[in-house]
């Protein structure tokens, strides 16, 4: 990967990509990355850290500083200087979407020798196909999110009278009590008028009969996240409920029937986004279509009309296509899937079908 780039080395200071590359969870650390096949990574982290860094990383001598890029910097510049006489030296690589243009600033200071390149989404792309230990994880993820919904629905929390509120913190508690590490994301619930909203923050609004009520919530697990959108109708159905729910669910089967190793992610977003079209409502659809999950809620690839990529085989992705009427309600139905041969493998399973609770 570093060699394509005709990098000599990489300096990771995304802490989602460290723990990827390593496994550590803790809260400062740095890495650097060779290209020269075999050779050891330099991690570094802090003295809190000593322990469990000997825990999570047994493979790596941590590095120790209260400054994680200074054994990192130094390191590269021992490098550097071993092989000044070889003209095919390249520069070191830095994560520019998270490096502040302070410690950028901060780096040529201290290590004015070091030859620095930008580059954006090196580990991210090697984070969208994900093993089958990672796939396990989501999984389970998912299952904790499916498991919750369907305790809260056997208890008929979700009912006219209740708060917005009152039914997010159930299903936090309730993921928490089936072992999520914690919540994905913050927990959407919408009722009425503010399912219409589709990044609606739960308020006291109280539920009521005739409203179309969306979830969209997930859980944490070792790491990775779970992310699926249900919409409920409370006591009876309107016509136009009705006919928003099934072209949502129509748009959304098409989107995953597109779901298949090596498609475009553009043409995954337009074979959902089509069938809304086809309707009229084109416009009331008004974001993408779907995008990677991982051990970030939102993570490559993108699944959206000026999307670039591909979706390869093992990539996780939600596809959660929405119509949302404004001040009457909306609906998004959602699932964090598996890009396999054949089809997709669907890992949050709560029923499609609409149900009027
Ligand atoms: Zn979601
Ligand atoms: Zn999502």
Redesign the pocket.
Known sequence: MLQAQQLSALLVTDLVNVRYLTGFTGSNAALLVWAEPGRAPVFSTDGRYVEQAAEQVPDLVAEISRDALAPLLTAAENCAAANSAAVDVGPVGFEATQLSVAVHADIRRRAPGLALQATTGLVEGLRIVKDEHEVGLLRRACAIADEALAILLEREGIRPGRTERQVARDLEWLMYEGGADGIG?ET?VAAGANSAVPHHRPTSAVLAEGDLVKL???AQYGGYHS???RTFTLGSCAQWQRDTYDLVASAQQAGLDAVVPGALAADVDAAARSVIAAAGVGELFAHGLGHGVGLQ?HEAPGIGSSATGTLPCGAAV?V?PGVYHARRGGV?I?DTVIVREGGPEILTVTTKELLVL
């Open positions: 994301f959407i969209d919530f997930g992310d699926m959108t809620i939600t959660e998004r959602e």
